[in-house]
């Protein structure tokens, strides 16, 4: 019998498909999110040739037949990259790396082509680029390995048939948004192209035990784009962050099934290529303003990583009858408990101040430790009394302004007195439990609550 062709709507936020359009999805709840598609029903002989395809599935295995030993990984030739990915490429892994337009994914796979190429043979294939274009970044960015072989193609199959009969040691996809299958009617980019093909090089990875490396693109919100499948098929999904207008570029790792998900990479975009950032701390501090109010260096782990960063606060009378309180890299809903718990426990009125807290570098912080930070630098800006530079803070503030113990104290004790500070503010009950095991050159204080923080340096 012959194909029949339907027509079904698919959601691009979480790839749910209903036989009807609708304004919102009914799975997701997002609105203006479905998207018409045509499909193809295979019936009568189609179907029997589905079936006889299973004689060639894998069969089942005990579990203590499957050897377990060591993955091998692959070194990229950049630490940072290594770090993110909890020490190299796996073999056989398929990994998504994603980012703002510009922000350097497709530099950052060219120049890991450099230094696998000297060992490896690579495979670049470009949905987006003409092979010209890509000679001419290669040229810039001082790529000249011989290993490296281009590919301009968009059929996906097609390229897994080249993958299978080049046998490359690594593939780069560039990107998979311009990726498709010529037996799908979906355009280039829709939902079930996308899923599709990342099924597809899936299941070519995971066969020829070849690592793929594939670019996504991001929308207007920052996700990628793409039904949310995508994250649950590749092994690891690495997030691109900053500013176009800035150089500085933070790589973090938000799914790793090889490794940790706290890592994170920071590199520094200059006119020929990404270049790594060793020590993020350094660069985060540099050019700090000297005996100015409304300032407090803070410590937060990325993974194993202690980075200290810069909190900044701006503490100035409103001119309106509501005051407005802005927060840059640190969470809006946060900075307006801390403002509640300055005025309540420590007396400090703020109800007729504007408030701006800034974390310079770009820099996100979640993490509750930079609490005692934030809420010295908005004091010492309400007060207009600068905190000395070489005082370093951190700890949680609780509802009651009591501080709260964070982990991992010792390692950013050591890189506050590795980076010059002689004082470090801690909470209590962290110093009581390292005070007979610390060994370091700087006087550490601990603190029970906001009003101590407030004497000891203030």
Not at 1 to 23: D, I
Not at 433 to 452: D, F, S
Request: proline residues 3%; charged residues 25%.
């Amino acid at each position: 019998m012959a194909s029949k062709t339907k027509t079904v709507y698919v959601c691009s936020a979480c790839g749910h498909e209903t036989s009807k359009w609708y304004g919102q999805c009914p799975a997701c709840q997002e609105w203006n999110t479905m998207e018409e598609e045509l499909r193809t029903v295979e019936t009568g002989s189609a179907k029997k040739r589905a079936l006889s395809s299973y004689a060639n599935r894998a069969s089942v295995q005990k579990l203590q037949e499957i050897s377990a030993d060591t993955e091998h990984r692959f070194d990229t030739g950049l630490r940072e990259l290594n770090r993110v990915l909890g020490g190299g490429i796996v073999k056989g892994s398929l990994v998504l790396l994603s980012g703002d337009p510009g922000i350097g994914k497709s530099t950052l796979l060219l120049q890991i082509c450099e230094h696998l190429g000297k060992k490896m043979k690579i495979l670049y294939v470009s949905g987006e680029e003409s092979a010209h274009q890509l000679k001419l970044r290669a040229k810039r960015l001082g790529v000249t390995t011989d290993n490296l072989y281009l590919l301009c193609e968009t059929d996906a199959q097609y390229i897994c048939e080249v993958i299978a009969s080049e046998k490359p040691d690594i593939v780069m996809i560039d990107s998979i948004q311009t990726m498709n299958i010529t037996d799908l009617n979906s355009s280039f980019g829709s939902v079930t192209q996308v899923r599709e093909t990342t099924n597809l090089f899936m299941r070519t990875a995971k066969t020829l035990n070849i690592p793929i490396v594939v670019v996504g693109h991001v929308n207007k919100d920052g996700n990628i784009a793409g039904p949310k499948v995508l994250e649950h098929i590749v092994d690891a999904v690495l997030y691109f962050e900053g500013d176009r207008n800035l150089s500085y570029r933070i790589l973090r790792a938000v799914k790793n099934r090889y490794g940790s998900t706290n890592e994170i990479g920071v590199f520094e975009m200059e006119d020929n290529g990404l270049f790594e950032v060793e020590n993020p701390s350094q660069m985060l501090l540099a050019g700090r303003p000297k005996n100015v109010s409304g300032t407090c260096v803070a410590c937060i782990m990325e993974g194993s990583r202690p980075i200290l960063a810069e909190v900044q606060s701006l503490v100035t009378p409103t001119g309106f009858g509501t005051p407005r309180r802005m927060a840059t890299g640190v969470d809006y809903g946060r900075m307006a408990m801390l403002l509640a718990v300055l005025e309540k426990r420590a007396g400090y009125f703020l109800g007729n101040m504007d408030c701006y807290v800034n974390i310079v570098g770009g820099l996100k912080i979640d993490e509750p430790a930079c609490d005692l930070s934030v809420a010295l630098a908005i004091v010492s800006g309400l007060k207009d009394i600068p905190v000395p530079e070489d005082v370093l803070a951190f700890g949680e503030i609780g509802l009651g302004g009591e501080i709260r113990a964070v982990n991992a104290c010792e390692q950013r004790i050591r890189e506050a007195e590795k980076l010059g500070f002689k004082k470090c503010v801690v909470p209590r009950y962290n110093l009581q439990k390292i005070k007979n095991t610390l060994r370091a050159n700087i006087e550490v204080i601990g603190v029970g609550n906001i009003r101590q923080a407030f004497e000891a340096i203030i």
